[in-house]
């Protein structure tokens, strides 16, 4: 049976997390993504959390969402009183204008005031003279003790259920990926029986006579390979990437933040009678998830070593997702990096917030809300209007989550289908929000660099795992230098998006060491 490491736990206390919900309080159609996804859609699986925690995020989307409803009551409630007491002849027409507007006036104010606390106080950056942010949630109905342990268990499960087409959900941006198929031949053995001396020395050049026999015609003695499982290699992977990465090296040269786990991918689009039940669903086994490895079948679930990054402060996460297979005396490797770019610029407006609000802030406040309290009015009317538009991630219904097929049949029978439902995850908390790229350009070179050392290393471990399994190297180093150099090296061009590398490596897009990033194009 395969073991399984358990992912790291959320990070509640990460930088990412903090400007996360700042930012619900900032952006009020982020803040409403937030609601949907994870309170409003609670029918659909939580992405996995990368370098920080839903749950907060949710927590202050809410309290954010609170204040807005509040300050709402109070004015319309307000208005109302004024209105019967105009009604009755109890005030003029100039006093209730008046007080209709001294209660616009306050009420901007006493909102204005309680976000600019909540910012200034709890999500700050800590500091020598102030606690700072410290991972706490504020406490609101909606946000219940059922519905965050559902959020903490389902970012933090071995088994992503996603929906769509990718599976890698909430990793961020696909930078660049490669496959790599090698056939597992026997080391090849000199006359006198030993190993041939490139081997010894861990490299065996490359055959130029036949693939079955030697330049002087006579077939090629190999030594039996030593049999070896998915299992096997996979573990070997892992064990040596935190051991040379992270466990190994001097403390100033280790990746502190790096998480080396499998997780187990699989789709979660389910037939039911009715919308009732489709909560349920989440929590049903995976029905792929058996001994057999990779099973071809539209269930089942493909697992995959998951090396993670943090770096900024878990602002720049890199995710690396290795997957092997054994058909036919081949080795395949799949090669598929994620980049989640640094939170959006807008949402570090939390960082740059005095720290205690005196008198005179105040009365800069009481100025502002007075100067612009005409287009605060018109937001408290547009931005509930804004934030129903369809998003960037499709319909907020049900039934249009999974595309139904044309019904071509004779008789129309697809009207007696059961409800076809995409319960799985289709994008993360952090995903939702806007503009995350790069702010600096160390950042997008540390996004390069993490990248580089964790193929490297695969590379290197991969080869001495089929030498110490009398396995001929010859191919996979030949591939290895074809992968490195193809993609990082001389046949970089001098474009920004890099090279196009066809081959045994696959199709990719790419970039090489003097370029920028390039995404990968989306399948339509």
């Not at 001294?102 to 976000?115: D, K, N, P, Q, S």
């Not at 998480?259 to 349920?280: H, Q, W, Y």
Request: overall charge neutral; glycine content about 8%.
């Amino acid at each position: 049976m395969t073991t399984h490491a358990a992912p790291p736990p959320p990070d509640a206390t990460s930088n990412a997390t903090r400007l996360l919900c700042a930012g619900t309080y900032l952006d009020p159609v982020y803040r409403k993504a937030v609601i949907r996804e994870l309170l409003t859609h609670r029918y659909r699986v939580v992405a996995p959390s990368y370098g920080y925690d839903a749950a907060p995020v949710l927590a202050h989307a809410l309290a954010a969402h609170n204040l807005r409803r509040n300050q709402l009551i109070a004015l319309w409630t307000g208005t109302a009183v004024i209105a019967l007491l105009l009604a009755a002849g109890l005030l003029n027409g100039v006093s209730a204008a008046l007080l209709v507007f001294w209660l616009a006036w306050a009420t901007m104010f006493l909102r204005r005031l309680a976000i600019l606390q909540t910012l200034a106080e709890h999500l700050a950056p800590p500091a020598d003279d102030r606690r700072g942010f410290d991972g706490g949630c504020p406490t609101t109905s909606r946000l219940t003790p059922e519905l965050v342990g559902k959020i903490d268990r389902e970012q933090a499960s071995d088994t992503v259920y996603y929906g769509g087409y990718k599976p890698f959900v909430g990793a961020g941006h696909s930078i660049r990926r490669w496959a790599n198929a090698e056939l597992l031949l026997g080391a090849p053995v000199s006359r006198n029986g030993s190993l041939g001396q490139g081997l010894l020395n861990g490299h065996v050049p490359a055959q130029h006579g036949p693939a079955d026999g030697a330049g002087d015609g006579r077939p090629v003695e190999r030594k039996p390979i030593i049999p070896f499982t998915v299992e096997d290699i996979t573990g070997r992977v892992r064990d040596r990437m935190l051991a040379e990465l992270r466990d190994r090296p001097a403390p100033s040269d280790r990746i502190q933040l790096l998480s080396v786990d499998r997780r187990r991918f699989a789709k979660a689009v389910r037939t039911t009678e009715g919308d009732d039940s489709v909560a349920a669903l989440i929590d049903t086994p995976d029905p792929g998830h058996t001994d057999e490895h990779w099973r071809e079948d539209y269930d089942a679930s493909r697992e995959y070593l998951c090396i993670r990054i943090g770096a900024w402060q878990q602002e720049l996460v890199t995710s690396v997702f290795i997957g092997f297979d054994i058909k036919g005396s081949t080795l395949h490797t799949e090669f598929y990096t994620y980049v989640l770019g640094p939170v959006p610029e807008s949402f570090h407006l939390a960082d740059r917030l005095p720290a205690t609000i005196d008198g005179r802030l105040m009365r800069r406040i009481a100025w502002d809300v007075t100067r612009s309290a005409p287009g605060e009015l018109l937001r408290l009317i547009t931005n509930p209007l804004r934030e129903r538009l369809p998003s960037r991630f499709g319909s907020d219904t049900v039934r249009a989550l999974v595309r139904q097929p044309a019904d071509t049949s004779e008789f129309r029978l697809g009207r007696y289908a059961l409800t076809v439902v995409d319960c799985g995850a289709l994008t993360s908390v952090r995903e939702l929000a806007p503009n995350s790229d790069f702010h600096h350009f160390f950042q997008e070179t540390d996004a390069i660099k993490y990248i580089q050392i964790i193929e490297r290393h695969l590379l290197q471990i991969v080869g001495d795992f089929l030498h110490d399994h009398d396995v001929d190297t010859s191919e996979h180093e030949a591939n290895q230098t074809n992968i490195l150099q193809q993609n990082f090296g001389a046949h970089s061009t001098n474009n920004f998006g890099g090279n196009q590398s066809v081959g045994n490596t696959g199709t990719t897009q790419t970039f090489g060491n003097n370029s920028g990033i390039t995404r990968e194009a989306r399948p339509a």
